[in-house]
């Protein structure tokens, strides 16, 4: 049923990878809730924190959420539901419940591919996303992004124009218009596609739900594109997540020295694969989807830039950045001991919740476990503080899900 599946979701205490161990250990929430003591003190396969998050019986929230759903006619989907995307079953922490509005596509027969970038994007960056949304869009592919301001509204305004369906994956509840100024974006996504979200309806756009929500877009994804980006930017957690859930990684190209671009084209110096149009995308998928893609041509493309860049004007109105810019030293490895950053002077300029998982590292690298342990959060709050400090560049992840204090250069 339903609301037990929104029972587990909701229970304070469970990481993402704890409430798949509930699953495993259980099979269903059902039978979770159901367990007696003795079950939960036997069961393999659980934590101590697992145990504890699963004592609470108390189905008051769920059925108020259930309530809610059925009210302002939001669907519900679970990991029990046959439709429920492969796509997202394969990555490491997919959500149980999803909720949504508008038509759910079917993902695993689509080819589907996100865009992503910086929110305060320069006007060519806009330009370029627009673009790209339009085209890949015409083409009859599935577009996906966080409709945030920036670089996702550009490309999912472009990709509306296309004619196939969109998804945008959101921070808060799929009734919850944030940011203000994409409403009107937000009601076109839901009626010529769908919005998706994990959290339920009424949640409000809290800031650690993003860096969260951003490995659905990847997972939901066969690939990722960054279209700009600087340095420290969600959407190159983004791309790093595709890269762990084995998607494929694309890049738009930026000039050399502009701060926007300096983290996409480090991801083209990783590898990723490089992007100007529309079919530098779909041109790698026609094993998968054969006689699927109606591609423009180049001439096509090229009156499409520039019919875009002529209007130049009323996308740098809705871009903040006015100008970029350029700089940074070059890093070279004296062989030195590494010198880690100042916890305590960083901790000063952060709000209390992010001090408090910053503090938690100042002894040494901790296990993610034992990073949530000591902040005193719940595991979703803890994860998300993670991955804005990790953007910050304050911290940074070492393989085996540990993190660690950013090394001063």
């Not at 945008?168 to 218009?177: A, E, K, Q, S, T």
């Not at 990722?224 to 859930?245: C, D, F, N, Y």
């Not at 998968?288 to 996308?315: G, H, N, Q, Y």
């Amino acid at each position: 049923m339903e609301v037990y599946w929104i029972w587990l979701c909701e229970l304070d205490g469970l990481t993402p990878k704890g409430k798949l161990r509930v699953l495993s250990a259980f099979g269903s929430p059902e039978a979770a809730f159901r367990a007696s003591e003795e079950e939960l003190a036997h069961c393999k396969g659980l934590t101590p924190e697992d145990r504890a998050a699963l004592r609470c019986r108390d189905l008051t929230a769920a059925q108020k959420i259930l309530h809610d759903c059925y009210e302002r006619n939001i669907h519900i989907l679970t990991m029990a539901d046959t439709c429920y995307p492969g796509l997202l079953r394969q990555i490491p922490d997919p959500p149980p419940v999803l909720y949504f509005v508008g038509r759910l596509p079917d993902f695993d027969s689509e080819l589907t591919i996100s865009i992503v970038g910086h929110r305060k994007a320069s006007a060519q960056g806009m330009a370029v996303a627009c673009k790209l949304g339009y085209e890949l869009s015409r083409a009859g592919v599935i577009v996906i992004s966080g409709c945030a301001a920036g670089i996702d509204a550009a490309a999912m305004g472009g990709a509306l124009r296309g004619g196939a369906p969109v998804v945008g994956i959101l921070g808060g509840g799929v009734d919850v218009v944030y940011p203000r100024e994409n409403r009107r974006l937000l009601e076109d996504v839901r009626d010529f596609g769908c919005l998706i979200s994990e959290y339920p309806p009424g949640a409000k756009p809290l800031s650690w739900h993003f860096p969260i929500r951003n490995r659905i877009i990847s997972g939901l994804s066969r690939g990722v594109v960054v279209a700009e980006a600087p340095k420290r930017s969600g959407s190159l957690i983004t791309a790093r997540l595709a890269m762990e859930q084995g998607r494929d990684v694309f890049a738009v190209p930026g000039a050399a020295g502009e701060r926007l671009c300096a983290g996409s084209n480090d991801l083209l110096r990783q590898g990723a694969g490089l992007v100007e149009n529309g079919s530098d995308v779909v041109v790698g998928y026609g094993y998968l989807f054969p006689e699927r893609f109606e591609l423009l041509s180049e001439e096509e493309s090229a009156s499409l830039t520039a019919e875009i860049l002529a209007d130049r004007p009323a996308v740098a109105a809705a871009s903040p950045v006015k100008t970029l810019e350029s700089g940074g030293k070059k890093n070279v490895d004296n062989g030195k001991t590494p010198k880690y950053i100042d916890v305590q002077e960083a901790s000063a300029k952060l709000p209390p919740d992010q001090a408090a998982v910053l503090g938690a590292l100042a002894d040494g690298p901790l296990q993610t476990d034992e990073l949530i342990r000591r902040s005193g959060m719940t595991a979703s709050a803890a994860l998300g503080i993670l991955t804005i400090l990790e953007i910050a560049g304050l911290i940074r992840p070492l393989p085996g899900g540990i993190y660690s204090l950013r090394e001063i250069p």
